[in-house]
C-alpha cells in the first residue's frame, strides 16, 4: 500500500474507531512513516547526548536489500509479516519453510501482533506503536500471497488487467518490462511492481508456485480499512467497555469504496490529494466524524524529524545536533522507540511461537 492508504485511510478508520482528530492524527502518521524511516544510526548532540534510530524500510534500489539480515530486521516484521498459512502457534502449514513466511490477512500472527499493541497502552508511545502495528496489519491484504525474503516463491510473470482502467497503456505486463525490465529480485512483491498497492485495480498473474493468482485490490483493501477500524475500536475498548467493535458503517464505506474506484492514478501521492480533499469536505460530501484537515510531511520544517532535532537537513558525515529537552517527548524520538518494541514484539516474542526464526 502506498501513501493514501496508510496515512489518510489509515486516519479516516482510526476516527471512525472514535480516536479524536488529534490521536487520530498521530496513529496516521506513524502508519506512513513506516515506509519513509529509510536511515538507522547514531544522532549525536552537541551536549553529548546520544540517540539510535532504526530502519522500517529500504527503498528497493539499496544494497540492503540483498542483506539476508538486513531483509529479516526490516521487511518481514514491518511489510511482509509471515502468516504461517494460517496455522496456530505449534502448527505448520504443508509445504517446506517458505510457505511459513508467506504473508497473509487475518493470520494468527497478525491478530496476536494487533493484540500486543493493545494490551500495550501505558507508555508515552502507545499511539505510535498503534500507527505503526496498523501499517503491517493494512499490508496483510495488500501484500498477501509474499514473502519479505529473496526467494524464487516471489516471482511472478504472466501480469494481465481483469477489466481495462486505461491507465496502462500496453497492459500490466508490457508496463513490468518497460520499467522494470525483469532486473528485480525476488524479494516481496518487487517484480510485482506496484500493482498490489493501487486500491482500483483488479488483476492476474502467475506466482511462483505457478498458480494463476486474480486479485480484486478494491475488495481487499476495504476489508484492510474495516479491519483496522475494528483493531483500534478494540484498542479503544480496552480502557472503556462501552466501546462497541463495529467497523465502518455502511455510508462510510460507500464513500471509501468511491474512492478507491474513482482514483484511477499509479501516483499515490496524488491520490493521497484527493483523499486529502475528501477528508477536509471539499466535494461538499464528508465522512462521519465530520471535517478535518490533516497533511504529511515526511521531510521539511513540519516533519516529526526537523521538529524534534531542530534542523530540515540530512547529513551524510558526522553531526552534532543542538539538543533541547522536548527531544524527549518529540513524535520522532517515540515513533523510533516504538520501531525498536515493535520489531522485537514480532520476531523474539511472536514469531518463534510459530516455528518461526527471524531475528
Known sequence: MQIDFHHAVTYVAARLAGFPHKDADIIAYAAQYVDDATRHGIIRFDNKAIYERTSSAHKMIDSRNCNLLA?????????????????????????????????????????????????????????????????VYADTWA??????????????????????????????????????????????????SIFPDMPFLSWRYKNGLGNVIERHNTDDFCKAADALCRAMQEYRRHTKPTVQVSGIGDEDMKKIRAIFTGLKNK??????QAWLEAISGKNGKSFSFGKANISYDEKGANSWKSQALGDTSDYDIPHEYVYQDAFLTSNWKLFHDALQLHRFTVSHDILPRYGICAA
Do not use: C
Open 71 to 135: 531483509n529479516q530486521k526490516v521487511w518481514m516484521p514491518f511489510h511482509f509479516l509471515p502468516g504461517n498459512g494460517t496455522a496456530n502457534p505449534g502448527k505448520d502449514p504443508k509445504g517446506t519453510f517458505i510457505r511459513k513466511l508467506i504473508t497473509l490477512p487475518e493470520s494468527p500472527v497478525a491478530q496476536e501482533m494487533v493484540r500486543s499493541a493493545i494490551l500495550d497502552q501505558d507508555r508515552p508511545y502507545a499511539l505510535h506503536r498503534l500507527g505503526i502495528t496498523m501499517h
Open 143 to 192: 501484500h498477501q500471497g509474499f514473502a519479505g525474503v529473496m526467494h524464487e516463491i516471489n516471482a511472478v510473470s504472466g501480469f494481465e488487467e481483469i477489466g481495462d482502467t486505461k491507465v496502462f497503456k500496453g497492459g500490466l505486463q508490457d508496463f513490468v518490462n518497460r520499467f522494470l525490465e525483469n532486473s528485480v529480485p525476488p524479494l516481496g512483491h518487487g517484480q510485482a
Open 267 to 272: 501516483d499515490g501521492n496524488v491520490r493521497h
